[in-house]
């Protein structure tokens, strides 16, 4: 049955929601809907859920930071007994690589809180660190300004305020301020990653090198293990 589950949100993901469902389903899904991933029908398609999101999510997230790493296959979207979000990284054979977003339990009757952990996890998505790896600053202050951005572009009302954890609200600022004293920071993570392949794992000189005259502190800060 759990195998069933995974095609079928794996399906859906890839090949279950025309363009034209894109276009005609309204904002008003987005709050209507009995369930974050059942989809009822729409003229030409499917209403939103989960799993279409994670699609548009992917693809706001790829034009600003570049294509994600194609060795992982993106099995879906799950919720999880967990406190925390997470990218799931459940077996790898052949050479082939699968990970599962799990969302919480308590964002599953709350869609604001379910698109905020999903657009988190799918920076997370990129370039996946793998089980075990820690992200850094960096990259966790990035998956935050972006959850914001995504809400923010869906006409989803959110504040700084909702950013919960001082520890994200604290990596959501130096990222914040990196945008601020750097306007190209969405090409220079697309060099980033081009060059060393993920956020993580990246030395004080490395972004000094890539954020001129990034002081060494912020530097440090953003390199620490998350």
């Known amino acids: 049955m759990r195998s069933v589950y995974y095609f079928v949100i794996f399906h859906a993901l890839c090949f279950g929601l ?25 003229k030409n398609g499917f209403t939103w859920t989960l799993t279409s999101r994670l699609g548009q999510s992917l693809k706001l997230a790829e034009e600003k930071y570049g294509k994600r790493d194609p060795k992982w296959t993106i099995l879906g979207v799950e919720f999880a007994k967990r406190k925390q979000p997470a990218i799931w ?12 977003v799990q969302l919480t339990p308590d964002s599953l009757d709350n869609h604001k809180q379910a698109l905020f952990q999903l657009a988190h996890e799918t920076i997370h998505l990129l370039s996946p660190a793998g089980g075990g790896h820690p992200t850094n600053v960096f990259e966790e202050g990035l998956a935050v300004y972006f959850s914001v951005l995504f809400l923010q572009q869906e006409g989803i009302d959110i504040k700084t305020d909702y950013i919960t954890g001082a520890n994200y609200r604290q990596a959501y600022e130096l990222v914040k301020e990196l945008y601020r004293a750097y306007p190209q920071t969405d090409k220079i993570i697309q060099q980033i990653r081009e060059e060393k392949g993920k956020l993580s794992g990246l030395s004080v000189a490395d972004l000094q090198h890539y ?16």
């Open 89 to 100: 990284y459940p077996f790898s054979q052949e050479g082939k690589h699968y990970i599962i």
């Open 18 to 42: 025309s363009t034209a469902a894109f276009a005609e389903s309204s904002q008003t899904n987005l709050h209507t809907q009995q369930h974050p991933l059942l989809a009822s029908p729409i």
């Open 211 to 226: 954020f001129p005259n990034l002081d060494e502190d912020s530097a440090i800060l953003l390199i620490t293990p998350f």
